[in-house]
């Protein structure tokens, strides 16, 4: 079992029975829909998220065919099922080769990678015009990062001269990976795909062989340390200025549909639900839908004049005694509950990891 | 116009001290004003005869490129030699990175660009009034149809042409027979070129072929040449699994330090793979055909060809990659009976097949030719290929109705793969037929060979030329992360 495959059943298994295979595909890749939102909120999966934004269609059905022959799955029209043979398999992967504490796929989606290939090439840039090579063959070619890399090095350069810029930057560098060595992590995942003047990095199948790893958990723990210094810096930025420039302009902003904004704007101004629906002729319960599109992607926004107090400690009792996210198994524990109700308690208190 | 001295522009752009064969006088050609067609072997620096004369033309060099990752590989190369002003406009840019370029086009002083990017008229409408100097064709031959990669969007070139006005004309390919040459001039409307031929021959480059029985014969002869042979060398093997397969039984054994190089790998792979190869980190690079254009390395001593290519032109091409720095250096191509077969299939799976057709008709009627179709003319269906997408649309495109597209299509289809069921038979001709290797492929190309002292399997090769020197060192220490972060911020003073 490659790790692809684990992860495949890992989100089978937290998913318990009650989503569909296109759940776990859109989960796996990524998707920006509020459905794959909710499921990754409501079931714990938010760390994996876009795990592999790569992932095609057809590689993601051969593994599911092979978890059907391996008979650790059972697929029936709607839902896909984790078995005990498949539950056992997953600890056992898992124990071997565990999920990094550090990765948190949801919270990084679009700024893990920006980061690395911003970092990248500038590493490169400092190593080889420290060493006055100034033709070498940059390793990100991306229009976008190059132009905002050359900004970077144009900025910092009217500040430090690029001896001390290099110094600088390799400090930070050095600081932040003794730091995450300290937790009994091998920096060399990160530094070894750097690549400086006449000394190309590694690729990544090149690591994860060294690391005997397979690829895929490779990619995943390279993510993790990627996520594990974007929390640090964030945490301290005035240590560690050089990289937090890298990602402070790249606002964590909450993307909402254009519908549920103009929703989002009524509800500001203290209209009922009722009254929303009216005004924007719209279905009350499409409003309702936009409510828990807000509240999974906005922490801060409060549900308690929709569900009172009292009705939310019931039905997360609910939630935690059943072990489950099915509304309808929920409805029949907590009675005077209605599901938009149940809805917005699953996607409030759901554990975000 | 005065008499430039074009050595010290070579010196001062390029920090050559010397034209190569040929160069001088295509540049001069092209100063002169006349439209030109070329024939420089691989690996003698065609790309140096249009960006030379750049610097001394006040227009723009304008050059048609078809293979995307070249023209991104040649963009890097333009950048490396500190030359700021160089673009490529293809499918690859998005849609605000298009608009940016067009907006800026007059800062630009090198645009290479796709031949179906040419199709569309308000990149034309910008182009027309751009101050073109000179219009370079590369890979001139993809016009011919009788040429073993022809490309239908080229065909359109000379109706390009005429939009931009007709500009100076330079057309450059590495392999190119009579009728073929006939062909480029007559499309182009270029009939008064003047015509630069140079031999197709490396004498540096001995010809070896030899015939093994089975499969496991060939992977204990790869072997065997791998232990022998002195590197660095290029293996290029016709499926991706057979590059990655074999690049690790060479690591294993420890016989060298080996990679595999394919289009599956994403672009940083690529560059990364591209330059340990550069900086001797790895020896050897088991690759299929993407790899090789746009990698200047000049010491590569050997290319094996585990599996043969499909015609005598890209036999040429992927040869020509060895002894760039004019030492000796060897090709040798392995070759058991059972590859004709493996070589049909790979013909055939270049061009869509019936199913592709059916499936492109379909999705054509279920979407009613509306604006769905515009979304998803750049982005190819699952099983696939560029290409296939490409001709699909452009035959679409120029058809009346799906009944008229399906009757092209197929007719199409039907002459491609008989031309390149003719080009395949031709290089199997050559590695069957007995003589000497050098003389009988030059003769498919109306020229006579030099006499060479290592010259090929059937006139003699001395194998002790191109053994290894010395024992190959042990695979690079692993650096612990402290070292290897400090030698990337090691400046030398």
Known sequence: MNFLTVMILYCISQFKGERSINAVFYLIQGKKSSQTIQDAIWYSLSHVFSIYPDLKKEQFQEQMKKLVRLQYIILDKKTVQITELGEKNLRQSLEKYPIPAELDGWTYKDIDQKFWQRLSLIVQIVSNLGNGDSKFMPVQRDFYTQKWVKQWLYTWNTKYNKQILSKKLYHELEQILSQFERKKKNPNLFVARLSGYQQPGLTISQIANIYDMDEYYYLVVFRSIIHYMITIISEQPQKYPLLYSLIKNEKREIVLTESTRKTLHLIKMDKSIKEIAKIRKLKESTIEDHIVEITLMDPTFHIERFVNPAIQERIRTAIKKLNTRKLKRIKEEVSNADYFAIRLVLSKWSDRK | MKTLNLEQILQQYFSYKSFRTGQKEI???????????????????????????????????????????????????????????????????????????????????????????????????????????????????????????????????????????????????????????????????????????????????????????????????????????????????????????????????????????????????????????????????????????????????????????????????????????????????????????????????????????DFFVNLVRSSKGNEVNQITKYQPFPGFTDVHWRLLWKFYESSNNLQEFQMNMTSFIQSRLSIKKEKLKELTNWITNSGCRRRNILHLFEEENEEVENCCDYCGIDMSYYEKQKPSDQGKQILQWKDRLKSIFSFSD
């Open chain 2, 27 to 357: 540049i001069q050609s092209v100063l002169n004003k006349n439209h030109t067609l070329a024939l420089l072997p691989t690996g003698t620096g065609k790309s140096l005869c249009y960006q030379l004369p750049g610097y001394i033309l006040d227009g723009i060099i304008l050059i048609v490129s078809p293979l995307l990752s070249l023209m991104q590989d040649q963009v890097e190369q333009m950048k490396l030699i500190g030359e700021k002003r160089v673009v490529a406009i293809n499918s690859f840019l998005t849609f605000e990175e298009r608009i940016y370029i067009l907006k800026h086009i007059q800062d630009y002083k090198f645009i290479y660009i796709s031949p179906e990017m040419l199709q569309n008229e308000q990149i034309i409408s910008v182009l027309k009034d751009a101050n073109i100097d000179l219009l370079v064709v590369d890979e001139a031959h993809c016009i011919s149809q009788w040429g073993y990669d022809f490309r239908p969007d080229y065909l359109e070139l000379g109706i390009v042409r005429e939009k931009l006005n007709n500009p100076l004309t330079l057309a450059l390919t590495a392999t190119a027979k009579l009728d073929v040459r006939k062909d480029i001039k007559k499309t182009l409307l270029i009939e008064d070129a003047k015509e630069y031929i140079y031999s197709m021959d490396r004498p540096n480059i001995a010809l070896q072929i030899e015939r093994i029985q089975d499969y496991p014969a060939k992977l204990n002869r790869l072997i065997e040449l791998v232990d022998q042979l002195q590197g660095p060398g290029i293996i290029y093997f016709s499926s991706k699994k057979k590059a990655d397969e074999i690049a690790a039984i060479i690591n294993e054994k420890g016989i060298g330090q080996a990679a595999s190089y394919h289009a599956g790998l994403e672009q940083e792979m690529r560059i990364l793979l591209q330059q340990q190869f550069l900086y001797n980190h790895i020896n050897i690079m088991c690759a299929t055909s993407a790899f090789g254009m746009g990698v200047n390395k000049e010491n590569v001593r050997y290319i094996i060809h585990f599996h043969p290519p499909l015609n005598i032109e890209s036999y040429l091409q992927e040869i020509g990659r060895a002894g760039r720095d004019g030492k000796d250096s060897i090709a040798i191509m392995l070759y058991s009976d059972d590859d004709y077969f493996l070589q049909q299939q790979l013909i055939e799976h270049e061009l869509p097949n019936e199913k592709h057709i």
